[in-house]
């Protein structure tokens, strides 16, 4: 048996291990079709965020789908008042964002559906930590939706999703931002700055919380919290190689989930691994009157990774634009005393190594620097606002440099008319970002993408305007082009790999605080 066990795939060891685990826990396997109608995604979008769906049509003529979520279709298929405990080791259907693929990704989870008091909320948490714990052991973050909910309460209802991204980004000078547009009294954003950036224990973070929080709402939640790490640490259910942390930027659709929520981070990975929460809105939106509480797991590409010898995981990797603004950012570390002097050389490097301070700088094209940071092989990347909109990676935003700045504008030659018989003609090296500002405005357009001297297109009549990066506005004056309007401002980003925030706490936090004593 042993031989038969070694000749499986990493994360085949692992599904079979955690398969074991869950049944004798008492959950039951269930089986998925491996498509469902398409209408029961459409109608549920948030809870899947929004996943695009592949589709077809069946023999008799119905839109089907190939399932992007396994959740829904077990929800789907319990009826009223039934009570479900299973666990499922299923394919799932993604779009990649980056690369325009669709991936097959094995994943592997288990559901409680039925009275869901404090014993099965502990039960799942616990097998949540055993399941990372399997994988090789990480960090499992927990969460609220009613110390969310207090948060959004404090901004209008409009701007509840901008509240939401900057929770999720960590993004302290977006939510300031927010607040301060939304007069939202100077005390409060204070604390949110606080609270969105919590790190340290759960023991830490949760005294730091408490004495931040005010709202009945978020204090009760934040209590809710504190029993159930209570009770698992008494209960000696937390594994050795597990710590379990308070982080309020695990953000779910509050249509959907009512309570706790949580996510995993194994210490190989780069990304979250395991997705969970408390969604008895869900049922209810399928008029079933049971709760709800369960939990997905990436199985891809775990174990196969090796762990990094210590030394190596001493160091901080920074990302940085090749050009000028490197230049600017090693200088801005220099000057923290975060870096040693004279590191970077005069020549065709791209990697350079700083012993003393334990730092590594690799340079990169600065519209890859993101792409670095969001798969981990980069800790920390400083990248512009214009392109973090343009690519949205899935990154932590935690501060602004307050260098490079510049904004995102409409521009045309002087002499512009728009003629409204027919499409704007837009050139732009920013097509998504375009994409979005027309769409809001209502505007139909003909997008034009160039790599080059966007200035250009309307001077030979490519384009009636461009959208593109105005810094002095002197190149535009010099080629008789005025701005029409402004997009959006822009500076350089320090953004984070997600692990880096989890796995190399002591390191970052000493690094941010340095950097912002120098802005």
């Not at 259907?93 to 325009?100: E, K, L, S």
């Not at 949540?128 to 090789?136: C, F, I, K, N, R």
């Not at 590409?301 to 160091?315: D, K, V």
């Not at 510049?406 to 002087?414: F, G, L, N, P, Y």
Request: glycine share 6%; net charge negative.
């Amino acid at each position: 048996m042993d031989n038969l066990f070694s000749v499986l795939k990493p994360e085949e060891q692992i599904a079979l291990q955690l398969r074991n685990l869950y049944q004798q826990r008492g959950f039951q396997l269930y089986h998925l079709s491996s498509f469902e109608e398409y209408e029961l995604y459409s109608q549920n979008k948030k809870f899947i965020n929004e996943a695009e769906v592949i589709t077809f049509t069946g023999g008799d003529g119905r839109i089907m789908a190939l399932k992007p979520d396994v959740t829904l279709s077990i929800v789907k298929n319990t009826p009223p008042g039934e009570s479900r405990k299973v666990y499922y080791y299923e394919d799932v259907y993604r779009h990649d964002r980056q690369n325009g693929e669709y991936l097959r990704i094995h994943q592997t989870g288990l559901e409680y559906i039925g009275e869901i008091n404090q014993k099965e909320e502990l039960d799942v948490l616990y097998l949540a930590l055993e399941s990372l714990s399997v994988a090789g052991g990480g960090v499992l973050d927990l969460s609220h939706m009613g110390v969310l909910k207090a948060i959004c309460q404090l901004f209008p209802c409009e701007e509840h999703e901008n509240v939401i991204k900057a929770l999720q980004q960590k993004s302290p000078h977006i939510l300031r931002k927010l607040g301060e547009e939304c007069e939202v009294p100077e005390e409060k954003i204070r604390l949110l700055e606080d609270l969105i950036t919590l790190t340290g224990s759960f023991d830490q973070a949760y005294e730091k919380a408490a004495a931040l929080l005010k709202n009945p709402i978020a204090l009760n939640a934040l209590e809710k919290l504190r029993v159930l790490h209570d009770l698992l640490k008494e209960q000696g259910r937390i594994p050795e190689n597990m710590k379990i942390r308070l982080d309020f930027s695990i953000v779910n659709d509050a249509d959907y989930y009512s309570g706790l929520l949580f996510q995993g981070f194994v210490k190989k990975g780069k990304q979250a691994v395991l997705f969970g929460g408390r969604y008895d809105r869900l049922l209810r939106k399928q008029d079933k009157d049971q709760g709800g509480i369960g939990f997905g797991m990436h199985l891809n590409n775990l174990g196969r990774s090796q762990e990094l010898p210590e030394e190596e995981s001493e160091y901080l990797c920074f990302a940085l634009p090749k050009g000028r603004m490197a230049d600017i950012v090693y200088q801005l570390l220099v000057k923290a005393g975060l870096a040693s002097d004279n590191i970077f050389e005069d020549n065709r490097k791209l990697i350079f190594v700083d012993e003393e301070k334990k730092l590594k700088f690799f340079l990169v094209k600065p519209s890859d620097v993101a792409i670095y940071v969001e798969h981990g092989v980069a800790d920390i990347g400083v990248i512009g606002k214009d392109v973090l909109d343009e690519s949205r990676p899935d990154v932590l935003e935690l501060m602004d440099l307050k260098m490079g700045k510049c904004k995102m504008a409409v521009a045309a030659h002087k002499n512009f008319l728009q003629d409204n018989t027919r499409k704007l003609r837009v050139a732009t090296k920013y097509p998504n970002t375009t994409r979005r500002y027309f769409s809001r405005l209502g505007q139909a357009v003909e997008l034009i993408q160039l790599h080059g001297s966007i200035e250009l297109a309307p001077l030979l009549d490519l384009s009636d305007v461009i959208v593109d990066i105005v810094e002095t506005g002197t190149t535009l004056r010099e080629n008789d082009l005025i701005v029409l309007k402004d997009i959006a401002p822009s500076s350089a980003r320090l953004v984070v790999n997600h692990s880096t925030w989890r796995f190399k706490e002591e390191m970052l936090q000493t690094l941010l605080k340095k950097v912002k004593e120098q802005l």
